[in-house]
């Protein structure tokens, strides 16, 4: 069954027009399906609540980081930012691009302001840190560091992934799964119906303090002629292992235990 992932792109947008443009290419040529803030270039926190429903229906998330940190929301944190970190806690896989040197950038690609400079930086310090990052310097390079990134990443973590309405309607191997299932669970509960017969059955046995009739016989030479004797012996199930117990367990022979049966 064919399927196609769901690659949510992320990143600041008016600075890395082109360089997205080059991204979603690629993912459509990869047979994938890009998703991410072309759906609201103005992101506003409304918006941003569409957009995580769009990050969870996402099997992966793809993040391009350049010299810009982006518009801000009302916590003071970039809309970027806010999306990566939703990523994260959904346990949405990353792949994280980011420019090698944003020092080189046109001014119109890069933050002016101090504070801004070092909340990117942070941010940068936080996607690079104790996760696996490719660095890029030109968007053509771009192209073939998804080519790379991606299909490694679908094979080491692969995803639910989407499929055609029509194939998916196709159950007949499911179908078959489930009722060889079925038939495995009638079995089952047969057992269970069976054992629980037997288990009635053994709670009705004799035990610790209960009586058992034990029926005897043995033969005395008497005036050079032997006589029989036979009789009947009420014993409880306790005494009886008490005389024969220990003999049991240190594996004596069967007729030594015997003998002590005849004379216990």
């Known amino acids: 069954m064919d399927k196609r992932y769901q690659v ?3 990143s600041t947008f008016a600075d890395l027009k082109n360089e997205r443009s080059n991204v979603i290419q690629t993912l459509m040529e990869m047979d994938c399906i890009p998703a ?8 506003d926190e409304e918006q941003f609540e569409f957009i995580k429903k769009v990050i969870d229906d996402s099997d992966y998330y793809l993040l391009i980081i350049g010299g810009r940190y982006g518009s801000l929301s009302n916590e003071g944190i970039s809309y970027t930012e806010m999306e990566y970190d939703y990523a994260i806690s959904q346990g949405v896989k990353v792949i994280a691009l980011v420019h090698g040197s944003p020092e080189k950038l046109s001014v119109e690609k ?3 302001s101090p504070e801004a400079q070092d909340k990117l930086e942070k941010f940068r310090n936080k996607v690079t840190t104790g996760r696996l990052v490719k660095f890029w310097n030109d968007a053509r390079e771009l192209p073939g ?6 299909p490694k990443t679908i094979k080491t973590y692969p995803a639910v992934g989407w499929v055609r309405g029509n194939q998916a309607t196709d159950n007949t191997e499911l ?12 079995k089952l509960e047969k057992q269970i119906e069976e054992l629980r017969s037997s288990k009635s059955e053994i709670l009705d046995l004799a035990r610790g303090d209960d009586k058992i009739l034990i029926s005897l016989k043995c033969e005395v030479v008497n005036n050079g002629g032997i006589e029989k004797n036979s009789w009947q012996q009420k014993v409880t199930w306790n005494n009886l292992f008490k005389c024969i117990g220990p003999k049991i367990l240190n594996g004596e022979n069967e007729n030594l235990i015997f ?6």
């Open 145 to 150: 560091l998804v080519a790379l990134s991606l």
């Open 259 to 264: 003998d002590i049966l005849s004379e216990y």
């Open 36 to 43: 991410g803030m072309e759906l609201f270039p103005a992101l």
């Open 110 to 112: 890069v933050e002016m």
């Open 8 to 10: 949510f792109v992320s």
């Open 175 to 186: 179908l078959k799964q489930l009722n060889e299932l079925r038939q495995e669970n009638d």
